[in-house]
């Protein structure tokens, strides 16, 4: 497996990543999703409904797992800070991640693998993947699992 450093000084070809929202889900989806498709081809999964895993809020979350295949390879740390900026552009406030019950997610994506030098490698952070994730994993990479 290799380091967080290591990863970021290499250039990703593909990655599969998981969007989240509980707020205006469908808006934020279509923002992100033209965003990413400007960046290379899509593959979605179907959309997973579903209470907060993390009980921080009653407000129902929908997830969509995202194959991304890109048109150029580009910098790990870049494509997170590709993916923070639409996170912002669609309306996400990390100031409002407090104590606050029923916190509004206007969209969230995490990077569940990448594909370098073309080897996945699974992002540690995200195991084990929680059932919403699986289900897309299983749509769409099957092999990481």
Known sequence: ????????????????????????????????????GRLGSL???????GADIEARSSLTYHNVCVHLQLYQDIAHDSLQQQLKQIEKLCGRDEHKKTAEFDYQVAL??????????????????????????????QQLASFLL
């Open 1 to 36: 497996m290799m380091t967080d450093g290591g990863r970021q000084a290499m250039k990703v070809q593909e990655a599969v990543l998981c969007l989240g929202s509980n707020y205006h889900a469908e808006q934020g989806f279509d923002v992100a999703l033209d965003k990413l």
């Open 43 to 49: 593959r979605l999964s179907q959309v997973i409904q």
């Open 108 to 137: 969230d994506i995490d990077i569940l693998a990448v594909c370098i030098k073309n080897n996945w490698q699974v992002n540690p952070k995200r195991l084990p993947f929680k059932a919403h994730e699986r289900i897309g994993i």
